[in-house]
């Protein structure tokens, strides 16, 4: 499917408008999950974090950089990209497979417009940007969530929180973040639309597809997940 992309593209202003249609929905449309699921992964993180810290030697300020390097590593990106998968990637594979079963992309091949090219990369340009911003969005509010609830639960005062994510920060961990964010945002666009695609029957068999390619998407990521880690940790 990826080699039949590049193959009879439409004119660069077709994808540019239908790029910027993905991205607003992809975006606006996950927004609320990510702001409701972020908030309270953040508090959660920093609820635990203290408990676990139960010796008198060890700062309270340490519990703000444990939540900002868990968020930055692995929650904002993998965290919400699982979420995504569920939100983004079965909505790809059901409109791509109900196109499918209709008949709607013969007709595209029938006006001599190649199918794969004017559905895929569309959206996967829109993934590839709107993850990254998904994800920073989602690192803000993790952040802001474990700070308002080290506050609220006098666990640690927001200077506390602000010095210990300072102290120790280390601008690499924000490299590996952005690194899976688009590594992610690749994956579940692509395997999403595979199963779309290739969805053959009606109604139940979108369902199916649907099914799969969040299955298939969150597989994938498991793995590019520990070969980044690997690589660059």
Same mark, same amino acid.
């Given at each position: 499917?990826?080699?039949?992309?590049?193959?009879?593209?439409?004119?660069?202003?077709?994808?540019?408008?239908?790029?910027?249609?993905?991205?607003?929905?992809?975006?606006?449309?996950?927004?609320?999950?990510?702001?409701? %699921?972020?908030?309270? %992964?953040?508090?959660?993180?920093?609820? +635990?974090?203290?408990?676990?810290?139960? #010796?008198?030697?060890?700062?309270?300020?340490?519990?703000? &950089?444990?939540?900002?390097?868990?968020?930055?590593?692995?929650?904002?990106?993998?965290?919400?990209?699982?979420?995504?998968?569920?939100?983004?990637?079965?909505?790809?594979?059901?409109? !791509?497979?109900?196109?499918?079963?209709?008949? +709607?992309?013969?007709?595209?091949?029938?006006?001599? !417009? &190649?199918?794969?090219?004017?559905?895929?990369?569309?959206?996967?340009?829109?993934?590839? !940007?709107?993850?990254?911003?998904?994800? =920073?969005? #989602?690192?803000?509010?993790?952040?802001?969530?474990?700070?308002?609830?080290? &506050?609220?639960?006098?666990?640690?005062?927001?200077?506390?929180?602000?010095?210990?994510? +300072?102290?120790?920060?280390?601008?690499?961990?924000?490299?590996?973040?952005? =690194?899976?964010?688009?590594?992610?945002?690749?994956? %579940?666009?692509? !395997?999403?639309?595979?199963?779309?695609?290739? =969805?053959?029957?009606?109604?139940?068999?979108?369902?199916?597809?649907?099914?799969?390619?969040?299955?298939?998407?969150?597989?994938?990521?498991?793995?590019?997940?520990?070969?980044?880690? +690997?690589?660059?940790?």
């Amino acid at each position: 499917m990826m080699m039949a992309m590049p193959r009879t593209l439409e004119r660069p202003s077709v994808y540019y408008r239908l790029t910027l249609i993905e991205v607003a929905s992809m975006c606006i449309g996950s927004a609320s999950i990510v702001v409701l %699921i972020a908030s309270f %992964i953040g508090a959660v993180t920093t609820v +635990q974090t203290a408990y676990q810290l139960v #010796s008198p030697f060890i700062p309270k300020y340490t519990i703000g &950089n444990i939540v900002s390097a868990s968020s930055l590593l692995e929650l904002a990106p993998t965290v919400i990209a699982f979420i995504l998968a569920g939100r983004i990637g079965s909505s790809i594979a059901s409109q !791509i497979g109900t196109m499918r079963v209709t008949e +709607q992309i013969d007709a595209l091949e029938v006006m001599g !417009i &190649n199918p794969v090219g004017y559905l895929v990369i569309p959206k996967l340009l829109g993934g590839i !940007i709107s993850f990254p911003i998904l994800v =920073t969005f #989602s690192a803000f509010l993790l952040h802001l969530g474990g700070a308002i609830a080290g &506050n609220m639960t006098g666990l640690l005062s927001y200077d506390e929180f602000a010095y210990g994510v +300072q102290i120790w920060f280390d601008p690499h961990q924000v490299t590996v973040m952005y =690194t899976k964010s688009f590594i992610f945002g690749f994956l %579940i666009t692509t !395997i999403s639309a595979y199963h779309g695609y290739y =969805t053959n029957g009606g109604a139940l068999e979108v369902g199916q597809s649907a099914t799969k390619a969040v299955v298939y998407s969150c597989i994938a990521m498991v793995i590019a997940d520990f070969i980044v880690a +690997q690589v660059m940790l």
